[in-house]
């Protein structure tokens, strides 16, 4: 099997030494070149043609964002963001990143070494299979439905990896109407609530980071902390959340089949459930438990994916009844929502 080559760019060189020492003990992937600066890695990708590039955010001359951008249209090339507790991470996924890891800080070398094999060099594997320059972009048919919304349902909506830009334009799309939406993103702690405070100024919606005992109600999302689980609950006959810490499930805390499954017993039929891009299998046995108890289930396809992953494995066992690009799904949600 040929091995992934990886080009490590940070404008620390103890750094990028230490991230090359964890890759090379991967015999998967090879550390073909490493930068330090933006205008040594665009030298370096023409020469080497690495597979995925690692990439600081905060660099001199050019920072990991502009970077980016400008990278992009020209060399499309798998990315994966190392980056402090940085709201800018997500400027880097806008710009075309295909995933982040959180840059480790406090621990001893053989603990961080240890979490920068398992940590990127999964992220690196998993960024290897985007095909990045072929993603489908396609606009969006307008959301039509703005009166005659049933409000007593619940949107529960999860993803992976790609899936804090996939979110995004579902969520973006929604109005006040919308009845309350709970959403699970596999990230770590910390960003999740830079996450939702950035939805909140960017769409209609109110959109938080969900703590225990938050309404589920209309016109406001609720995402899953980094580290706890969410789970639908009904408490003197109306919807909130409950959130707690707890061991993985399906691979992951938060899990998205924690969530679905909690949807499925609370809500049943009176729920939308909507699975997004991202590796794994994660969300799909309770999406198909939404579907069995009656809820409406939509799966994004894969030509729009990032990773299909999660929508595939979701489709393969019958969950999803709709599936579509990911740029119809809002309108999608509100069509099934209609009242007549």
């Known amino acids: 099997m040929r091995r992934i080559k990886v080009l490590v760019v940070d404008d620390s060189a103890m750094f990028r030494n230490l991230l090359i020492q964890s890759l090379k003990a991967d015999p998967l992937l090879e550390v073909v070149a490493q930068a330090g600066d933006a205008y040594a890695a665009r030298d370096a990708i ?178 899953a902390p980094g580290d706890k689980h969410l789970r639908l609950v009904k408490v003197n006959g109306a919807y ?24 499925a017993k609370t809500a049943k039929k009176d729920a939308v459930g909507v699975i997004l891009t991202g590796m794994g299998g994660d969300g799909a046995k309770g999406l198909l438990e939404m579907r069995q108890a009656g809820a409406i289930t939509i799966g994004q396809n894969e030509a729009s994916c990032v990773v299909y992953g999660m929508p595939k494995v979701a489709y393969d066992i019958g969950a999803v009844q709709h599936q579509m690009e990911l740029s119809n799904i809002a309108n999608k949600v509100y069509s099934v929502l209609k009242t007549n």
């Open 46 to 223: 023409i020469e080497y043609r690495p597979d995925v590039m690692t990439l600081d955010v905060e660099m001199p001359r050019m920072d990991g964002i502009q970077f980016l951008r400008k990278l992009m249209p020209q060399y499309p090339l798998p990315v994966v963001v190392i980056s402090a507790l940085d709201a800018r991470v997500f400027d880097a996924m806008e710009a075309g990143a295909v995933d982040f890891v959180c840059k480790p800080t406090g621990v001893n070398p053989a603990k961080m070494d240890e979490f920068l094999r398992k940590e990127l060099g999964t992220k690196i594997k998993i960024a290897s299979t985007v095909k990045v320059g072929k993603l489908k972009r396609a606009e969006a048919a307008p959301v039509t439905s703005l009166s005659g919304i049933k409000k007593d349902m619940v949107v529960a909506i999860g993803a992976s990896t790609g899936g804090t830009e996939a979110i995004f334009d579902v969520v973006s799309r929604f109005r006040k109407d919308i009845p309350g939406v709970v959403v699970v993103q596999h990230m770590p702690p910390g960003f999740t609530e830079m996450y939702a405070n950035r939805l909140n100024n960017q769409c209609q919606v109110a959109v938080k980071e969900a703590a225990t005992g938050d309404r589920v109600l209309p016109g406001r999302v609720l995402i």
């Open 240 to 263: 909130q959340v409950e959130c707690k810490a707890g061991e993985k499930v399906s691979g992951h805390c938060p899990s998205v089949d924690v969530l679905f499954s909690s949807v």
